[in-house]
């Protein structure tokens, strides 16, 4: 549904993207993530015909978003960061505004209207000014604004930014709740918010794609080893020993103060894990837990975004 | 067609549901009421001075004395109230965010200015219709006021309301910020509208009298406040209307590529 090609964009020289590649499926919920100022925002520019790209092509629907601007404008809804909102009018004259531009028939126009607010929660608020909304209602406006013509295809710029956390739940919900029918990509740097949504992810990071693919293989990592949390009984000197001279087994250290916590680097495999645990209770250490710790989405974030702060060395591993 | 519609509805509603329209209107009937009320009693001297020495008859003429001052000084007070009008037009798109909507949606930047324009010269049209309660006045009253020259009038003026219009609608296209948007309308409108008045100097400026005129905004408007309305004054006014909006065309355009 969504083909991106090697997208560039400069600014004067200073590159906003670099060289971005990816494809959404049909039905897809494509998460994009990254820090502010890596290139998301450029990246829907260009995807959503608001401006050219300097270099690679993009398509929606199969028509390219420059050549066949108007074709992929007509099927595109498209949040942007800010939403675009004319502060003098009602929510009702406002939606019948955009969908009339969007092409709506005229017939249709009052119907689209009932069925997105219904959707985005705004029908008690239809017929109030927009200016004298708070912000999470103005969000859910700009939320419907993309709705209102039913495009096949959503592009959604930080959607939940601003929003209470009670907001940010509902807003996830009707996002999710287009999946399937609608073809989505939103941006966020709110790791929660990718993991509770999308089916896939791209990471960008100074313009560059850092990492792509479905999130159940990016939790998953591929270096083809796994870590393990260890909590044995007793601590002895033996266990870090006994442990590192199985077959498999690459590095054992402790984990934190606790004393008998360690964290054991090893080959990605189920027997290798159950060896483990025979040799300890074997060798009577007392095993009291054991735990595959699964890199958590945030982790993969932090660590390829390069931009570990104090206090998460951890997920520098 | 349809997309300038909606485009012009939403821009002529923009001046209504917002305190502008109400206070512009205010102020502008009150201004030009005030002109006419003096033109007025300057009639009704004449009137009596005539009345005394009616070998002067011949001179007193409504048109040209209320009608033809009072749409004079009408150019004048909208060669400032244009460029206020128009300002807001697409800077304020710009502020608002709004512009990234509607330069995503299925409508060309060709079909976004002509309909803001209409929006805006509807607005013109909406203050035009509201003067005529002082013509309407002299009618009612019995006056000897004559209609074709009238008529050329209101030509005029709509013609030189929407060149004005124009310009600063151009001027909103390049900037974000309203008031320099503003700046630019007045600065531009009012070059077109003095620009006629180095061929009156002389010297060297001279040789170049009537292509300085016929550049300029207030001399074609003269033709038509005589009553006259003649073809090259409105091919100059479509004209000049015409290249704004296809400048400012170029100017949305252009700036996707910034």
């Known amino acids: 549904m969504i083909e991106v090609e090697r997208l560039s964009k400069d600014f004067g020289g200073r590159a906003a993207v670099k060289d971005v590649s990816f494809k959404v499926g049909r039905g897809e919920i494509l998460g994009f993530l990254g820090p502010n100022g890596a290139g998301k925002t450029t990246t829907m520019r260009i995807l959503t015909c608001y401006m050219p790209a300097s270099q690679g092509t993009a398509r929606i629907a199969g028509f390219d978003v420059f050549e066949q601007s108007m074709e992929v404008r007509r099927r595109i809804g498209y949040l942007p960061e800010n939403p675009p909102l004319y502060d003098d009018m009602t929510v009702r004259s406002y939606l019948d505004f955009v969908s009339r531009i969007k092409g709506v028939p005229g017939r249709q126009v009052s119907g689209r209207i009932d069925a997105v607010s219904a959707k985005c929660g705004l029908t008690e608020v239809l017929p109030r000014i927009i200016g004298h909304l708070s912000r999470g209602f103005k969000q859910r406006v700009g939320l419907a604004q993309a709705l209102?013509?039913?495009?096949?295809?959503?592009?959604?710029?930080?959607?939940?930014?601003?929003?209470d956390p009670a907001q940010i739940v509902e807003i996830r919900e009707v996002i999710k709740g287009l999946a399937g029918e609608h073809t989505v990509i939103f941006s966020t740097h709110i790791l929660p918010e990718v993991t509770a949504t999308c089916s896939s992810v791209v990471i960008i990071n100074y313009g560059e794609v850092v990492r792509y693919g479905p999130l159940s293989e990016l939790a998953a990592g591929d270096t083809g080893r796994q870590r393990l949390h260890l909590q044995v009984a007793r601590d002895e000197q033996a266990v870090s020993e006994g442990l590192l001279s199985l077959p498999g087994v690459h590095a054992v250290g402790p984990d934190g103060a606790r004393a008998g916590a360690y964290v054991v680097t090893a080959e990605a495999s189920n027997d290798l894990r159950e060896r483990?645990?025979?040799?300890?209770?074997?060798?009577?250490?007392?095993?009291?837990?054991?735990?595959?710790?699964?890199q958590s989405l945030e982790d993969i974030y932090l660590t390829l975004t390069g931009r570990t702060g104090e206090g998460m060395g951890r997920a520098a591993a | 067609m349809r997309n300038v519609l909606t485009i012009m509805r939403r821009e002529l509603g923009a001046y209504?549901?917002?305190?502008?329209?109400?206070?512009?209107?205010?102020f502008f009937l009150f201004i030009v009421g005030y002109f006419f009320l003096a033109l007025v009693l300057q009639y009704s001297e004449a009137s009596l001075r005539v009345a005394s020495n009616p070998s002067w008859a011949n001179q007193l003429n409504l048109h040209d004395i209320v009608i033809r001052n009072f749409f004079s000084t009408f150019g004048v007070i909208m060669l400032f109230v244009a460029p206020i009008l128009s300002m807001r037009i697409l800077a304020e798109e710009r502020r608002l965010g709004t512009a990234e909507m509607l330069l995503t949606s299925p409508i060309s930047s060709g079909q976004l200015v002509l309909g803001k324009y209409l929006g805006a010269l509807g607005f013109g049209v909406v203050m035009l219709l509201m003067s005529f309660v002082y013509p309407l006045y002299l009618l009612l009253a019995g006056a000897p006021l004559e209609m074709k020259p009238l008529v050329a009038v209101y030509l005029g003026t709509l013609l030189m309301v929407g060149a004005f219009l124009a310009v600063g609608l151009l001027g909103s296209s390049v900037s974000a910020n309203q008031i320099v948007a503003a700046i630019i309308g007045f600065t531009t409108c009012l070059f077109f509208w003095v620009v006629g008045f180095l061929g009156d100097v002389g010297g060297?400026?001279?040789?170049?009298?009537?292509?300085?005129?016929?550049?300029?905004?207030?001399?074609?408007?003269?033709?038509?406040?005589?009553?006259?309305?003649?073809?090259?004054?409105?091919?100059?006014?479509?004209?000049?209307?015409?290249?704004?909006?296809?400048?400012?065309?170029?100017?949305?355009?252009?700036?996707?590529?910034?």
Do not use: M
């Open chain 2, 16 to 26: 209504f549901v917002s305190p502008v329209a109400y206070v512009i209107l205010t």
């Open chain 2, 204 to 258: 060297g400026a001279g040789e170049y009298s009537g292509f300085l005129k016929g550049l300029s905004i207030a001399e074609h408007y003269e033709d038509f406040l005589k009553g006259v309305i003649d073809t090259g004054s409105v091919v100059f006014y479509l004209t000049f209307i015409f290249f704004c909006l296809f400048l400012t065309q170029r100017v949305i355009d252009s700036s996707r590529w910034r």
């Open chain 1, 276 to 294: 483990i645990a025979r040799e300890i209770v074997q060798k009577g250490w007392g095993l009291l837990e054991i735990t595959p710790v699964t």
């Open chain 1, 148 to 163: 209102v013509n039913d495009p096949p295809v959503l592009i959604l710029d930080e959607p939940t930014v601003g929003l």
